[in-house]
């Protein structure tokens, strides 16, 4: 997911939201940031078939490992983004990069290694999500608001974390990219056609 831009994401522990109240949005980027920028890793844009793919275990977390998460780190913060899944730069392994601080916080990086959702909450908090593989693109979505996930950090120990509100989401994001599916699939069909249709197009036109 993108971030970084625009205004802070809010504080951590909110609920779903009323319509008439503007949902905090997911992925706040200036639509030129997504041409203007030169990420260190090429950033896979619908309707590319590989964000699609269903990521493989991280096995043993080497040099090559370390490597890819500092690219993706680099990629996100460039992008500019709050969290980016490596299948999104092209390595189907189950990692995920992430920096909820405000713009005005130091940075907090954070890596996932093989994250599982272990229990979601019943209760549900809705956002508006985008995504750096669907530029320019946002929509609500309704999540459980809370989740636990264990995984393993940059070092290889098993963790396992309690998270809610804008984290939960973020974290529900990413793994869906692990598991090949995009933020777009919780909608309604129709809108999800009309995305696809558009950014095929574009693809299109791109490749003429």
């Known amino acids: 997911m993108p971030w970084q831009a625009g205004p802070p994401p809010p504080a951590l522990g909110g609920t779903a939201r009323a319509v008439a109240t503007p949902l905090p949005r997911i992925d706040r980027v200036p639509a030129t940031a997504y041409i203007a920028t030169m990420a260190l890793r090429d950033i896979l844009i619908l309707p590319d078939k590989r964000l699609r793919q269903v990521s493989e275990p991280v096995k043993k977390i080497d040099a090559g490992i370390r490597k890819l998460i500092e690219d993706m780190f680099e990629t996100m913060y460039e992008a500019p983004g709050i969290g980016l ?10 990692i995920i990069t992430m920096d909820l601080a405000k713009k005005e916080e130091p940075k907090n990086p954070q890596v996932f290694i093989n994250p599982e959702i272990l229990w979601t909450s019943e209760e549900k908090a809705t956002y508006e999500e985008g995504c750096l593989s669907i530029p320019e693109y946002y929509s609500d979505v309704e999540r459980p608001a809370q989740v636990r996930v264990k995984y393993l950090d940059r070092e290889g120990e098993p963790r396992e974390i309690e998270a809610n509100g804008l984290f939960a989401t973020c974290l529900q994001h990413e793994i869906d990219h692990l598991n090949g599916i995009l933020f777009i699939d919780h909608l309604s069909k129709l809108k999800r056609d009309r995305v696809l249709k558009k950014f095929t197009k574009a693809a299109r036109r791109a490749a003429e």
């Open 85 to 94: 899944a490596a299948i999104q730069v092209g390595t189907p392994k189950r």
